[in-house]
């Protein structure tokens, strides 16, 4: 059938294209749009989402994918890979009436506004209404495709395919039985990490920093960018993947983390196989293992002894009298700082994932009918004080922190921490598999290391699932083991000795 899978794939590129315009427009958005040029900006990226879902639900791509299911054992490995995902693609997009993606869509925007005002004057309240409709449009959706009695299970499916509260109930439960201990002995720990020893830091010298180190660990700045946006973020796929970052003279390494950060998730989209842009296999294979690319430049690359061997005297090269007065050890204990923060997106990679076991347990008593909305800052409150030993003195520093359920994001939290174990288990995987590694950190030289993720992660595209992509590369099931092994193995030499 190689003209019906020529035909599909004109199609899904079709759509695809349409995509990344769309994505470059959301860019410019936060990146360059004038004050006041936000209405028509906005005309203009519903009319490309209004092109974008006509493109994907097309007629045609049905029947295509009709006569090319009836021909499969014609088909060769990676033709069948395609095709059985773009049947998830396709009948996610299509079997939702476009009334009720219009709802979701204008419920959102709404949401979003009163989520931003409540949070300013931190009024749960207000925006509860809002939340409660999120919910049961929520419900609605997984019911519409077919999930009606696992509803909290499509919400996961979505961002992670194949992954679901079970599993990450056991997973996140073993997680936590190994990270309350250590994160309450670095508690009582007299070492403390000072990052207030960092002022005066010229954005400039600091840009040309980040744009150094982005470029040793492989980002390809020929298709791609690196801009400054108030939330950095990465955006585009193939060709053209855009950055950004945000700068503090008073805080120079929460610009180069969050810069590696997004240099992962950028290395990732990058490394797909450009040939089969539009195609599945030129996609990533979800949220869980996206985030798993950023996690391990960001941690177990970026925070390691063996890259500021490298890096450290090319920092005070930049800033020698900002540095002056700093030591090694307290550089590199500021880079591993671990202190607990009522807000996620400040915490430590010690304590980011109880965040999320947080998140996690909220957002399944939700689903289940055990946790009424206006219930939820109480709920939220008591489960920071027994997981993080903090209690918010307000909603804003509590259940009003994350933008995500304004946009009726629900089993997207789950992802950020699935990415921080399957990032340490990738990790002790290649370091097995490819010795003296981190001594090529400690030249400047990350090629070894990039090379392997673009052929075990980034060229498979989305040919497995999260789990089955663990394990065909790291041999093993995904386990939270490696999470706390490299946890122990990195903070207790700092903070327990
Ligand atoms: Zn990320």
């Known amino acids: 059938m190689p003209d019906s899978y020529d035909r599909l794939v004109a199609k899904l590129k079709r759509a695809h294209v349409l995509g990344t315009v769309a994505g470059l427009l959301g860019w410019d958005e936060q990146v360059n749009l004038p004050t006041d040029s936000a209405d ?21 791509i049905g029947k295509l994918l009709g006569e090319l299911e009836n021909a499969r054992a014609s088909l060769t490995a990676d033709q069948q890979v395609v095709v059985r995902e773009a049947r998830r693609d396709y009948d996610r997009v299509t079997k939702l009436p476009s009334e009720f993606v219009a709802e979701k869509a204008r419920l959102s925007s709404a949401a979003y506004h009163a989520w931003a005002e409540a949070k300013g004057k931190a009024d749960f309240a207000a925006y509860a209404p809002y939340l409660e409709k999120h919910l049961a449009l929520a419900k609605c959706e997984a019911a519409t495709l077919g999930w009606g009695d696992r509803p909290y299970d499509y919400a996961i499916d979505k961002h992670d395919p ?7 109930t056991v997973l996140f439960t073993e997680l936590k039985a190994g990270l309350v201990p250590l994160v309450r002995a670095i508690a009582a720990s007299p070492v403390k990490a000072r990052t207030d020893i960092f002022k005066g830091f010229p954005v400039e010298a600091q840009r040309d920093f980040l744009r150094e180190v982005t470029e040793r660990l492989g980002f390809n700045y020929r298709r791609g960018r ?25 805080n120079p390494l929460d610009s180069l983390f969050s810069s590696i950060h997004e240099t992962g998730h950028g290395l990732y989209e990058q490394g797909l196989p450009l040939a089969l842009q539009g195609t599945p296999l030129g996609q990533n294979a979800g949220m869980g293992v996206h985030e798993s690319q950023s996690r391990l430049w960001e941690n177990q690359v970026s925070r390691s002894r063996a890259f500021w061997a490298f890096f450290e ?24 700082e671990v202190a607990p923060t009522l807000i996620r997106v400040d915490s430590d990679e010690v304590h980011y994932n109880l965040h999320i076991l947080l998140r996690f347990e909220l957002e399944q008593r939700l689903f289940r009918g055990d946790l009424a909305v206006a219930d939820l800052p109480a709920a939220w409150n008591a489960l920071s004080e027994e997981l993080l030993g903090l209690t918010p003195t307000s909603d804003k ?26 990032a340490a288990q990738l990790w002790f995987t290649v370091l097995k598999t490819l010795p003296g590694l981190e001594a090529d950190f400690a030249k400047g030289d990350f090629s070894r290391l990039l090379g392997w993720l673009r052929t075990n992660i980034h060229e498979q595209g989305r040919r497995y699932d999260t789990l089955a ?21 990195r903070y207790a030499p700092l903070y327990l000795k």
């Open 162 to 168: 194949g992954m679901t509260a079970a599993k990450i």
């Open 469 to 489: 992509l663990v394990k065909e590369v790291t041999g093993e099931e995904l386990t939270p083991k490696y999470l706390l092994r490299y946890l122990q193995e």
């Open 397 to 422: 520093v509590g259940v009003l922190q994350d933008v995500h359920w304004s946009g009726g994001a629900f089993g997207y939290f789950p992802s950020y921490c699935l990415g921080n174990m399957i």
């Open 40 to 60: 028509q900006r906005a005309e203009q990226s519903a009319l490309l989402a209004e092109l974008n879902h006509a493109a994907a639900s097309d007629a045609e």
């Open 226 to 250: 690196i801009d400054v946006s108030l939330h950095p973020f990465c955006e585009g796929s193939g060709a053209d993947i855009r950055m950004t970052t945000r700068f503090d003279a008073d």
């Open 313 to 336: 005297p090319r920092f005070r090269e930049k800033f020698p009298a900002q540095l002056a007065a700093v030591s090694s050890e307290e550089l590199y204990l500021a880079v591993n």
